[in-house]
T-cell receptor
Framework: AQSVAQPEDQVNVAEGNPLTVKCTYSVSGNPYLFWYVQYPNRGLQFLLKYITGDNLVKGSYGFEAEFNKSQTSFHLKKPSALVSDSALYFCAVRDFYGGATNKLIFGTGTLLAVQP | DGGITQSPKYLFRKEGQNVTLSCEQNLNHDAMYWYRQDPGQGLRLIYYSQIVNDFQKGDIAEGYSVSREKKESFPLTVTSAQKNPTAFYLC?????????????FGPGTRLTVT
């Protein structure tokens, strides 16, 4: 079965410092990986995706993610955190089973708290 | 939140009543999805539809029903059979074909049942 894991419920970082939000995956075949962000009482916003190509993927709001096949990881990173980055972050993987769908399997989310 | 609208934003119901949550999209997407979000559990798939007049159960379909009579609309009914209906409900859609796999989400409806 395909799955993603976000091992940290919460990540705390000071404004201006680099941030990393971790995600590991388990899939059979090539993974299609995604990061989303959710602000309080809002829907999810797409940040970036890895389908194929360069292992370093750049996305919205200065975020990037590094695909590491040997470590089965897809960590979200940003060189300099902003207080406004504080939100809930979800990693997701495409579910290949069940036919030709775009079903996604989501992790449990990581709350990012950036202190001023 | 793109071209997906969910209404209402907050919904309150008494236990034992059915309630229908609205989801409309103007993105011309074929596939639509309903998720339930509870604290600490991420998103869980309730139902999804790949085309009009067709839909499939997700991981937690019991106590829910859907319809897909129009491409733009995918309403979710939370029935009285759903044991713990209080949650944040998210609707999403995705475009057809193999060129794009991400989903686009609506703003959500927070349902409280007392």
């Amino acid at each position: 079965a395909q799955s993603v894991a976000q091992p940290e419920d919460q990540v705390n970082v000071a404004e201006g410092n680099p941030l990393t939000v971790k995600c590991t995956y388990s899939v059979s075949g090539n993974p299609y990986l995604f990061w989303y962000v959710q602000y309080p009482n809002r829907g999810l916003q797409f940040l970036l995706k890895y389908i194929t190509g360069d292992n370093l993927v750049k996305g919205s709001y200065g975020f990037e993610a590094e695909f590491n096949k040997s470590q089965t990881s897809f960590h979200l990173k940003k060189p300099s955190a902003l207080v406004s980055d504080s939100a809930l972050y979800f990693c997701a993987v495409r579910d290949f089973y069940g036919g030709a769908t775009n079903k996604l399997i989501f992790g449990t989310g990581t709350l990012l708290a950036v202190q001023p | 939140d793109g071209g997906i609208t969910q209404s209402p934003k907050y919904l309150f119901r008494k236990e034992g009543q059915n309630v229908t949550l609205s989801c409309e999209q103007n993105l011309n997407h074929d596939a639509m999805y309903w998720y339930r979000q509870d604290p600490g559990q991420g998103l869980r798939l309730i139902y999804y539809s790949q085309i009009v007049n067709d839909f499939q159960k997700g991981d937690i379909a019991e106590g829910y029903s859907v319809s897909r009579e129009k491409k733009e609309s995918f309403p979710l009914t939370v029935t009285s059979a759903q044991k713990n209906p209080t949650a944040f409900y998210l609707c999403a859609s995705s475009p057809p074909g193999a060129s794009s796999y991400e989903q686009y989400f609506g703003p959500g409806t927070r349902l409280t049942v007392t």
